[in-house]
């Protein structure tokens, strides 16, 4: 019989990647858990689970620096690098989930310019304050400014 080989695509090998290392070491559930700890959206893709493994990665590491008695850690950290590195060998490269808003710190938005075209020469421009007159920075000429309204959207 000849069957066409079937050649898995990056994308099949990775999750297969990740399968294994959650039966063997759990590693899924440990992303998984870290994203809900931080209120940041469950990872969906290998990309999101590359990020979530190299930066657990590092924070074993920076643990090991401070703290090299702790025997358990070393073959961990192995396994997440040994990890990361088949996964970017596949091509996937790290995603950062986007930053939960901090719910205590507040932005104000700001109006930051008025933008006008200068009926004479098309000159798109914007100016900083509302004043009674503009002048293109164009041509030079300059316009009386029509009654203007906010627009809130
Ligand atoms: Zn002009």
């Known amino acids: 019989m000849n069957t066409p080989p079937v050649t898995?695509?990056?994308e099949t090998l990775a999750w297969a990647i990740l399968t294994e290392a959650e039966a063997t070491d759990a590693i899924k559930s440990?992303?998984?858990e870290r994203a809900g700890c931080g209120n940041l959206p469950?990872?969906?893709?290998i990309n999101d689970y590359l990020f979530w493994i190299e930066d657990e990665?590092?924070?074993q590491e920076a643990q090991l620096e401070t703290s090299p008695d702790e025997t358990d850690r070393p073959p961990h950290l192995v396994l997440l690098r040994e990890l990361a590195g088949r996964l970017r060998d596949l091509g996937f490269t790290p995603?950062?989930?986007p930053q939960a808003a901090d719910e205590g710190e507040k932005v104000k938005l700001a109006v930051a310019a008025y933008a006008w075209l200068c009926p004479k020469c098309n000159k798109y421009?914007?100016?900083?304050?509302?004043?009674?007159t503009v002048m293109c920075v164009a041509c030079g000429k300059s316009f009386s400014v029509a009654?203007?309204?906010h627009v809130y959207g």
């Open 30 to 32: 440990m992303v998984e």
């Open 57 to 59: 990665a590092e924070i």
């Open 125 to 132: 421009q914007r100016v900083i304050e509302v004043t009674l």
């Open 42 to 45: 469950t990872p969906d893709s």
């Open 147 to 149: 009654d203007h309204h």
């Open 95 to 97: 995603d950062a989930p």
């Open 8 to 10: 898995p695509t990056p």
